[in-house]
């Protein structure tokens, strides 16, 4: 008698606890997937001072270009000379998720570029070394 008790008391409880389970509502959000940035230069290589150089970034989520960034910058300075000032410019957006900036380096030598990208309530800022040369 105490063992079908049992399992009755078993099965109410099982019973309760799957109804309350299957009332819960469904809190599955899909998490969206990150921002990428990739930066891009032209010329890749050979950059000379004084000659203008094109710095992009390439902005994507998933398979979709992003054109809706809430801010590019392009934060560059003097790796060879930690003293050196940062300078801040803003991206323009060209299309197919790429801005850019137009830069002409004074003088050689080893230069960090990094691309601060707000976008989708996200932040990504990749970092890209580049070497402007005499000829």
């Given at each position: ?5 049992a399992?009755?008391l ?5 019973l309760?606890?799957?109804a309350c389970a299957?009332n ?11 921002i990428d940035?990739?930066i891009?230069?032209e010329p890749e290589?050979?950059?000379e001072?004084g000659?203008?150089v094109t710095i992009?970034a390439w902005?994507?989520q998933?398979?979709?270009?992003v ?8 934060e560059?300075w003097?790796?060879?000379r930690p003293?050196?000032k ?6 323009k ?5 790429v801005?850019s ?5 004074d003088a050689?030598g ?10 989708r309530g ?12 005499q000829?």
């Open positions: 008698m105490k063992k079908i008790f399992v009755l078993l099965s109410l409880f099982n309760l606890f799957s299957s819960q509502p469904d809190n599955k959000e899909e998490i969206p997937q990150i940035v990739k891009h230069t290589t050979g950059i001072p000659k203008p992009e902005v994507t998933g398979s979709e270009y054109d809706d960034a809430d801010e590019v910058e392009f560059i003097n790796k060879t003293d050196d940062h300078e801040l410019i803003k991206g957006l060209q299309g197919k998720g801005y900036i137009q830069k002409t380096f050689p080893s230069y960090y570029v990094v691309s601060h990208v707000t976008a996200m932040h990504n800022m990749p970092r890209k070394e580049l070497t402007v040369t000829k």
